[in-house]
């Protein structure tokens, strides 16, 4: 079968030139990458706006804990002295909120991917990676607003913050750094991960060493030696012992450094792995 | 007329399978051009790759005269995509969905959403349209799906079985839909496995199977060419068929099917002259007849001789000029 001559339909777009001279390769630039990318986070929002108890889904979770351990284990671990316990624990559990919120992150893709709602967007006119980056800015609206949950129900029941308004904004600020950095673990999940529902399964494997391996609910002392040593490491830990300095000004920032490590870290191993599955997967 | 899709040597290979080779297309500005082909023959494949979603493994392609690999951007501005599922996001109104489509392509939100009001008003999803659309029938989505390619009003539209699992009612809508568009100068692509569909809406057709496109042509041509014209003729008196198959076998060279019940006589036909020789003859031999007449095949039976292993797949690849496995 012979291809009739080549030929320019009408077309609305600047002149075409030969391909054989090469035509113009159309790009988008960073500015209009930005704006589609927050066009897309806006998905997130509507989402919240519109069901607000999947927002009260994910901040269950930290605040079941945040009952459990202050009523229930608090006597056993602390010694009887709950109001101490909970200063401790409150610290940590919002480093648990973005953590634990970083595991719908992968989900969201998922389903995004298998309804086929990414192949839409990939469809469309905008940059490669706005859909992605949509996606992870839309988060921090979550992380903020457990954040701010979890702060205000622990206040109501005896929690108090120690420390000026800046040191509080440096340590929600860290945290939402945390969670963008770790969420890249989930959004790799949520591409390898052929099915949604499987996608948390294997994400709360390596959420719950991150979570309950820590010094949040247990101070690491009181562990034997090959767990502390694990806790030790934790970048958990190191947030947590972050967030004490920040929020209740108990201790030091010595451990900042570690932590900025470890998300350092989990950027460099899961940013290029997400990459290269997203071409895999998505066929180019 | 100039061309808004033409593909050349497209391959794609999964693992294991071979999901294309060597198919090529041309479909010229303003037309529609049906993929027909079962199960698995590789219609959606090839949409993907048009549609700049699927990277092919050799060969090239062209839409709207910009090459898909080289300009993947450009194309992306003139197309629409209604893909096999609906790919909405199904925790947002339909209204939500396609306003967020206005946006990403670069209207206002205001704009935006009076283009996604306009687009769900002519689908009839005026009332839903505020819903979820997880809370939609199957119909439903598909419209809202549809409706969605059409927002950043594509020049060239891609359907890949834009009326699976839709009522005669709707299917009805969504041709109706095709045809308008196709007014408006769109030019469409459309996979089907309903013949019916590729006969009403396709002016030309390409057939897949296994990956290769067996058939390309006109529906009536193809009809023509994968079957052949079948004549037929029932003498008034049953002493009569012994001559009329003589006749018959003398004009065309092939002993003609009898059915034994109806006393009619079928024989394939190359050449529509016989036609008139036969009647010359049946009036000199004095037979009178009550049924005379020459028949296509329907584009059930043609859609069968092409793709099933053993049919008429060899003669057709000859006069179509596809190209064998
Ligand atoms: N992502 C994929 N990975 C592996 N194999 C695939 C993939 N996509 C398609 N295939 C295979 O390629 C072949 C063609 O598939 P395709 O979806 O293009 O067929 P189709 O003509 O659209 O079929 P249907 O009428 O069932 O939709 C099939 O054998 C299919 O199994
Ligand atoms: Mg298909």
Redesign the pocket.
């Known amino acids: 079968m012979t291809m009739p001559a080549m030929q320019t339909p009408p077309q609305p777009a600047p002149p075409q030139q030969p391909l054989a001279q090469g035509t113009q390769r159309r790009r988008i630039g960073p500015l209009e990458a930005v704006g589609q990318a927050f066009s897309l986070a806006s998905r997130n929002t509507i989402k919240l706006k519109k069901n607000p108890d999947t927002l009260v889904d994910v901040t269950f979770q930290p605040l079941l804990m945040l009952f459990m351990f202050t009523f229930l284990f608090s006597g056993a671990i602390a010694d009887g002295d709950r109001n101490g316990y909970l200063q401790d624990l409150v610290p940590g559990l919002l480093v648990f909120c973005p953590l634990f919120l970083t595991i719908g992150t992968g989900v969201a893709l998922c389903t995004d991917i298998q309804k086929g709602f990414f192949d839409r967007l990939r469809s469309l006119p905008i940059a490669r990676s706005a859909p992605l980056a949509g996606m992870v800015i839309g988060d921090v609206v979550r992380y903020v607003l457990s954040i701010a949950i979890v702060l205000g129900v622990s206040t109501l029941i005896g929690f108090r913050i120690q420390t000026n308004p800046f040191e509080v904004l440096l340590a929600v600020a860290l945290m939402i750094v945390f969670g963008l950095c770790l969420c890249w673990m989930s959004i790799f999940a949520g591409i390898m991960i052929p099915t949604p529902a499987a996608v948390p399964g294997i994400l709360v494997c390596a959420v719950m060493p991150l979570s309950f391996g820590s010094n949040i609910f247990a101070p690491a002392e009181t562990m034997p030696g090959w767990l502390q040593a694990w806790v030790n490491l934790n970048p958990v830990t190191l947030m947590t012992d972050v967030n004490r300095e920040l929020l209740l000004g108990k201790g030091d920032l010595s451990s900042l450094p570690g932590a900025l490590a470890w998300m350092a870290g989990f950027l460099v191993v899961f940013f290029p792995l997400t990459m290269r599955a997203y071409r895999r997967r998505l066929?180019n | 007329m100039p061309l808004a899709i033409e593909a050349e040597g497209l391959v794609?290979r999964?693992?294991d399978?071979?999901?294309?080779r060597d198919v090529h297309l041309a479909v010229p500005a303003g037309t529609v051009h049906g993929v027909l082909?079962?199960?698995?023959?590789?219609?959606?494949?090839?949409?993907?790759i048009l549609a700049t979603l699927l990277t092919p493994d050799a060969g090239r392609a062209r839409v709207g005269g910009h090459d898909l690999l080289k300009d993947p951007v450009t194309v992306r501005r003139s197309i629409g995509l209604t893909g096999?599922y609906a790919a909405l996001d199904e925790e947002l109104s339909a209204l939500e969905n396609l306003a967020l489509i206005g946006r990403l392509m670069k209207l206002s939100s205001g704009r935006a959403r009076a283009r996604a009001k306009e687009l769900l008003g002519n689908f009839g999803l005026t009332d839903a349209m505020e819903r979820p659309v997880k809370t939609y029938s199957g119909g439903m989505r598909r419209r809202a799906d549809l409706a969605a390619s059409l927002v950043g009003r594509p020049s060239v539209l891609y359907l890949?079985?834009p009326t699976t699992g839709l009522d005669p009612h709707s299917r009805n809508e969504v041709w109706d839909t095709v045809r308008g568009l196709v007014a408006q100068g769109v030019t469409v692509l459309l996979?089907t496995?309903y013949l019916e569909e590729a006969d009403q809406l396709a002016d030309r057709i390409t057939v897949?199977n296994h990956?290769t496109v067996v058939a390309e042509g006109r529906p009536d041509e193809l009809k023509r060419r994968a079957g052949g014209q079948t004549l037929q003729v029932r003498p008034t008196r049953r002493e009569h068929v012994d001559t009329v198959a003589q006749i018959l076998l003398g004009l065309t060279g092939h002993i003609p099917a009898r059915d034994e019940d109806s006393g009619r006589l079928t024989v394939p036909l190359l050449d529509p002259m016989v036609m008139s020789a036969l009647v010359q003859h049946l009036a000199e031999a004095g037979v009178a007849f009550d049924e005379l007449g020459l028949r296509l095949p329907t584009m059930d039976e043609t859609f069968l001789a092409i793709t099933s292993p053993g049919g008429r797949r060899a003669p057709l690849e000859e006069t179509l000029g596809g190209r064998p496995a």
Do not use: H, I, S, W
Not at chain 2, 17 to 20: D, V
Not at chain 2, 39 to 44: D, S
């Open positions: 066929g | 794609k999964f693992k399978t071979t999901a294309l082909g079962p199960n698995g023959a590789g219609k959606t494949t090839a949409v993907r096999q890949d079985e996979t496995q897949f990956g």
